[in-house]
């Protein structure tokens, strides 16, 4: 009998390496604590609940800083869950941008009609599917990171229920993003059938050996990437995210636009090096078309904004352009240049909406006329967002000059015909972005105030820290090298 229980008791306790898990488990004990709080006080909002999902985030950070000084690669589940370099950089960096929406949104849904419990709730369990995404190396891992990702963010994003653009962000990004999910797993569903595993690396090695037929592979290779498309705004899969952008909360659009853009360009990149290699026949003309009318075709309906966070939706398109880039070319350079991208596109973009959120507190607007005059009252706020604009342009020696560099050198790396006239793309891409941006700038600089009030802007305390996390990444990028070298510790999908 004992002899029956000691083995029932190995089966049903296996070994699992806990360490491996350390950052899933520290957010997913931040969501219990944030539950269990918000239950002790649950008729009104509770001024702890922020501080525990902040903490908890930090938290998830002690066991990714401590596996990446251990070294070692963990490959767990027969090789369905990876934690390597690859893995922890980008996992950092969804819990820095995670930490930087929580102080954005601490007074702007303590102060508004929300409840604060279910809002951070929903934002820490989007920020699992994030984690998860990153060490996902399985289709069916990699879809379940993308639902846990994408379910709360849905209702995220229609929070403003009584307002009915917010209503209308929540209910069109929903159906949009069932509709990709569809195409999506119909794509992985093609590839299991030609490789009759979900495993990434054995899907490469059976397309890589010439299993299914030419054109099956070529399908599947297509609903794959208009899959994750939908989740980088890429064009014409864009259609979602100005209105979703401008009816979410202003710290959900932040997030939207950094975090799970970064999460579906993280998917991507996995199924591309690790499913797909051998087949930039397909690939490279896939993203080429991708990322020239993506950066062109938000550039242009840029231009015609008057809205900043509208602007800044199209604006997150273009970006996804730029991201998408590397991709069309077949240089050693690609992955390199497109993490270190997300990494610097992080730190400015976050930092532009959450400049964008303080000065809203006082001209209640996102209206570009509303800035005017600002350099009058809030002349630090005008400095801030000035800098976030022109990085985001690409203005040396702001951190967007390196991630527009990084592209333009794996453009040049590849050496092709269809390389250079990328590198032409962007080039003129990045001209019609500084007209837009520069035209923020202007309105704050050199316009007169539009109602006369020039009374100061009060930025609290943690909209402030996030001002000045972002501002100083943003700045450090740009005159160091930190951001490649989180990029070159990335590129180990290259060695496979």
Known sequence: MLAVLAQVSDFVVPDIDFHAFGPELALVGALVAVLVVDLLK?????????????????????????????????????????????????????????????LMSTNYIAEGDYAEGEYYVLLLSSLIGMILM????????????LELLSIPAYMLAGWRKRDLIGNEAGVKYYLMGVFASAVLLYGMSLLFGVAGDTRL???????????????????AIVFVVVGFAFKVSAVPFHTWAPDVYEGAPTPITAFLAVASK???????????????????????????????????????????????????????????????APLSVASELSLQAVITYLVIYAAMNLGAFAAVIGIARKTRSAEITSFGGLFEYAPGLTVI??????????????????AKFVVFRALADANTASGYVMGAI???????????YANVAREMWMKPVPDGDRSPVVVPFSIGAALALTVVATMAFGVSDLATRLGDQATFLLAL
């Open 42 to 102: 649950p008729d009104g909002n509770n001024p702890f609940l922020s501080s525990i999902a902040g903490l908890g985030v930090l938290g998830a950070l002690i066991p990714v800083i401590t596996l990446a000084t251990d070294g070692a690669d963990r490959f767990l589940f027969d090789g369905a869950y990876v934690v390597d370099n690859f893995s922890l950089v980008l996992k950092a960096l969804f819990l820095v941008s995670g930490y930087v929406v929580i």
């Open 134 to 145: 990153a060490s996902a190396r399985d289709l069916i891992t990699v879809f379940i990171a």
């Open 201 to 219: 690396t054995e899907i490469g090695q059976a397309i890589a050996g010439g299993a299914g037929e030419t054109a099956l592979i070529t399908l």
């Open 262 to 324: 970064a999460a579906g360009f993280v998917a991507l990149l996995q199924v591309i090096y690790l499913a797909f290699p051998g087949r930039d026949d397909i690939i490279q003309p896939l993203m080429w078309v991708l990322a020239a009318a993506t950066m062109t075709i938000g550039n242009l309906i840029a231009l015609r904004q008057t809205n900043v966070v509208r602007l800044l939706a199209y604006s997150g398109v273009a970006q996804a352009g730029f991201i998408l």
């Open 385 to 402: 967002l000035s800098l976030f604009l022109f990085s985001l342009a690409g203005i040396p020696p702001l951190g967007g000059w390196l």
């Open 426 to 436: 962007v080039a003129v891409n990045s001209v019609i972005a500084l007209y837009y």
